[in-house]
């Protein structure tokens, strides 16, 4: 006579069931990777950027400790630097840093941080790259234009200069200084119209 056992097949297909579930669940998250290493990448380019800019910053922090002539402002640094002036407390920033056929464009930001109407003014930009190993300016090769800052009608207290700056492409302008800012003759003030005479009204 033959004896029949029972065959515990549940736990089997328990297991079987379960391995299923952990190979669906990590095929349903595969997808997901590219998505992640591609967020961790633009992370890193982010952080790489904000170092970058911070250590620019230092430079151009150290170098308007040291200077003596004019205020140092440096593109990868993108912020304002403050200069004493013969027109008062100044804010020298740049933007809009691009390429052109010669050289570099970029608008050059001048604002009276006291508040008050900016006066007209003569001053000398400098431009150059960094030296790649001190972080100071390359004097040798440093280049310089006249800029006008012309009397206007309107109070403001800002004024924006585009410049360009021949001889150096944006990944190659390490610096521009604002330099011998110079009082020019005061703005000149708008004349006031005539009044318009009043009506003689009709004899009664």
């Known amino acids: 006579m033959t004896t029949s056992y029972p065959v515990r097949a549940r736990p089997l297909c328990r297991i079987a069931l379960l391995a299923s579930a ?8 595969n997808p997901q990777v590219p998505k992640l290493k591609s967020e961790v990448v633009q992370l890193n380019q982010k952080l790489q950027a904000l170092t970058d800019e911070a250590t620019a910053l230092e430079q151009q922090s150290q170098l308007n400790r040291n200077s003596t002539n004019g205020v140092y402002v ?3 640094a993108n912020n304002p630097a403050a200069l004493k002036s013969a027109v008062g407390e100044l804010s020298v920033s740049l933007s809009h840093v691009a390429p052109e056929a010669s050289g570099t464009q970029a608008l050059l930001h001048i604002r009276a941080l006291s508040g008050t109407s900016l006066p007209a003014f003569t001053a000398t930009v400098d431009w150059g790259q960094l030296d790649p190993t ?11 234009q006249p800029v006008t800052v012309s009397p206007s009608l309107l109070p403001k207290t800002e004024q924006t200069l585009e410049l360009r700056f021949s001889g150096q492409a944006p990944e190659q302008l390490g610096f521009i200084r604002l330099r011998d800012v110079t009082p020019t003759a005061s703005s000149p003030t708008a004349t006031p119209e005539a009044a318009a005479p009043e009506a003689t009204p ?3």
Not at 22 to 29: E, P
Not at 138 to 143: H, K, N, P, S, W
């Open 134 to 144: 001190t972080g100071k300016p390359l004097l040798v090769d440093m280049l310089s």
């Open 74 to 76: 440096l593109p990868a």
């Open 202 to 204: 009709p004899a009664p």
């Open 22 to 29: 952990v190979l669906l669940s990590a095929c349903a998250q």
